[in-house]
């Protein structure tokens, strides 16, 4: 390199440090007034996260502070262990159905009520209320309610004849995940209902008009107009009741603890008890490591579409 080029990248870097001293000497209030919230944020969040993912390279009992490293030792374990995968079926089987179907009701009980019909105000506050609940009170009462011999679910089932004798729904291991799933799905419907009316409202009302004085009729509008104004919305709200739905505990703790044989166990659930029921802590955030990867594409895949459904909206 020529002494004129050398001479020319000195003269670049020195114009781009003393814009960087310019720009902060612009801004610095701005960034003194955040800075809290960056110290804050990475107490909280980040300082976690790092420190989960260094435990789970150790060997470290939660009865004892000595750790020893043990490299990918705890997920090769994990990786090797049947369980797991039929602990990510579990997981994936829990998610799936439980955001489908918050979805495809919330949407049903918004498109209704957007309707101009009597007592709009009371239902709208009326649906919220399952979701004002705290999560673990609601599970109670499905407990309650799925309870073999006094719950209501075994007395209208034996009233319309469909069963002939009483079912203890969360002791059978093959369908106890689907009492679990009721709860967590009366409980977050309400959110996904609330979120789809607010984008309803949001379409103008000419479009529908327009489609009326062409003769569509009301499900050949809600096809054609309504599904594509409300999309952004509702990958939105799906994206974030699936983060939501796969970090769930509250739920599934208080009304089955994992059980019966671990059939409705999830990963989180998994996560708990390998830490603070076993006392592995390494091979906990081992696989709170795991979690973390899976959720971290569902969080770039929400960012990605919040932007572009950002500018759409």
């Given at each position: 390199?020529?002494?004129?080029?050398?001479?020319?990248?000195?003269?670049?870097?020195?114009?781009?440090?003393?814009?960087?001293?310019?720009?902060?000497?612009?801004?610095?209030?701005?960034?003194?007034?955040?800075?809290?919230?960056?110290?804050?944020?990475?107490?909280?969040?980040?300082?976690?996260?790092?420190?989960?993912?260094?435990?789970?390279?150790?060997?470290?009992?939660?009865?004892?502070?000595?750790?020893?490293?043990?490299?990918?030792?705890?997920?090769?374990?994990?990786?090797?262990?049947?369980?797991?995968?039929?602990?990510?079926?579990?997981?994936?089987?829990?998610?799936?159905?439980?955001?489908?179907?918050?979805?495809?009701?919330?949407?049903?009980?918004?498109?209704?009520?957007?309707?101009?019909?009597?007592?709009?105000?009371?239902?709208?506050?009326?649906?919220?209320?399952?979701?004002?609940?705290?999560?673990?009170?609601?599970?109670?009462?499905?407990?309650?309610?799925?309870?073999?011999?006094?719950?209501?679910?075994?007395?209208?089932?034996?009233?319309?004849?469909?069963?002939?004798?009483?079912?203890?729904?969360?002791?059978?291991?093959?369908?106890?995940?689907?009492?679990?799933?009721?709860?967590?799905?009366?409980?977050?419907?309400?959110?996904?209902?609330?979120?789809?009316?607010?984008?309803?409202?949001?379409?103008?009302?000419?479009?529908?008009?327009?489609?009326?004085?062409?003769?569509?009729?009301?499900?050949?509008?809600?096809?054609?107009?309504?599904?594509?104004?409300?999309?952004?919305?509702?990958?939105?709200?799906?994206?974030?009741?699936?983060?939501?739905?796969?970090?769930?505990?509250?739920?599934?703790?208080?009304?089955?603890?994992?059980?019966?044989?671990?059939?409705?166990?999830?990963l989180v659930i998994w996560i708990y008890k390998t830490g603070f029921e076993n006392g592995n802590l390494g091979m906990a955030a081992a696989y709170s490591s795991i979690g973390f990867a899976i959720l971290l594409v569902f969080a770039i895949l929400y960012l990605r579409i919040y932007m572009q459904g950002g500018e759409e909206?």
């Open positions: 390199m020529s002494s004129f080029e050398y001479a020319q990248d000195d003269s670049e870097s020195q114009g781009t440090v003393e814009r960087a001293v310019s720009y902060l000497q612009d801004h610095w209030t701005e960034y003194a007034l955040i800075t809290p919230s960056i110290v804050f944020l990475a107490a909280v969040v980040l300082y976690p996260i790092l420190e989960t993912l260094r435990l789970a390279f150790y060997e470290s009992p939660r009865t004892s502070t000595v750790e020893v490293f043990v490299g990918l030792q705890n997920f090769n374990e994990i990786f090797s262990d049947p369980f797991f995968y039929q602990l990510l079926w579990q997981t994936f089987r829990w998610v799936a159905l439980a955001v489908t179907i918050k979805t495809l009701l919330g949407l049903l009980i918004a498109v209704h009520l957007n309707q101009d019909i009597k007592g709009r105000k009371f239902f709208r506050t009326a649906f919220l209320i399952p979701w004002g609940i705290p999560y673990a009170i609601s599970a109670v009462i499905f407990r309650w309610i799925e309870q073999p011999q006094y719950g209501y679910l075994n007395a209208i089932l034996l009233k319309l004849g469909l069963i002939d004798q009483q079912i203890g729904l969360l002791g059978d291991p093959s369908i106890a995940w689907l009492g679990a799933i009721a709860a967590d799905i009366w409980i977050g419907t309400p959110f996904m209902a609330i979120i789809f009316l607010a984008g309803l409202q949001s379409i103008p009302e000419e479009l529908y008009e327009a489609a009326a004085v062409d003769g569509a009729y009301r499900w050949v509008q809600f096809r054609y107009i309504t599904i594509p104004q409300l999309k952004p919305v509702i990958l939105i709200a799906t994206l974030l009741s699936t983060i939501w739905t796969f970090v769930g505990f509250d739920v599934i703790w208080t009304m089955t603890r994992g059980g019966p044989l671990d059939s409705t166990a999830t909206i």
